[in-house]
């Protein structure tokens, strides 16, 4: 299938699960979203004003900035993200998910908008708002969208306590929460790895890289260094491995170098030529 088709049916069904989620679960519980989306439900619940219309209004000058600081192709498919959740906002009106528990509220709310916004984000693009000011922080600072879209839908929250009271901020507090944490993970988490940054004698660095290549099949970059206590030369050997992974290289460093410096950071996504690794040219 052609990618910009694949991406096209993406974002449409991306979309879709949104709206359920605002108008099975939100707009019933009475509780906001994120985003444009928030906005447009506080009003709604407010004036009854329509949520579709709303949610193109409010996109205007965002698109405005997008056109400035991103891409074109993430512009076109976020507009069509954006056209497609206020339509689909419109099909999906009369749906009703019917919940009692607020446990249960939260979790479909929150697991229904997070994974169509990461299967959206996959296909770089957006459905407007907030993702448009989500994205471009991303783009110049590296900050997780999820975390941004957290982040600014906090203070929408904050007006919703002194609004709808605190149970319903609350609720909407919690079903964001979880909403931001499946986007990170729809978008980026079957690809977590793990960076291990090993520091050794030049003596035994060469036979550490040497086995970690040859056992774990990984590739290992080895910088020369100077320590800064001792001033006695040293090796940093730097390598990307999955979780299951890192017993194994810390095993191969302890039978070299008992008192090698290892340290292991949390990587979302490792992109470039290696065994699980994004291809760059599907990320440029």
Known sequence: MNSKIKSVLSILFGTLLMSIAINGILVPNHMLSGGISGISLFLHFLFGWNLSIMNVIFNIPLFILAFIFLKKQFIYFSLLGMISLSLWLE?????????????????????????????????????????????????FFSISMGNVILAINMLIMLTAIFTFGLDIAILTAASMFISSQTTNYVVDGLNRRRTVSIITSPDVGQEIAQDIMDKMHRGVTIVPAIGGYTHQNKYILYANVNLREVAKVKNIVSSHDPHAFVTVSDVAQVIGNGRGFLPLEQNT
Do not use: C, H, Y
């Open 91 to 139: 099909v999906t009106s009369g749906i009703v998910i019917p919940t009692n528990s607020p446990l249960t509220i939260i979790l479909v709310a929150g697991l229904l908008n997070g994974v169509g916004m990461g299967i959206i984000f996959r296909n770089e693009a957006s459905v407007g708002g907030t993702d448009i000011i989500a994205k471009i922080v991303n783009k």
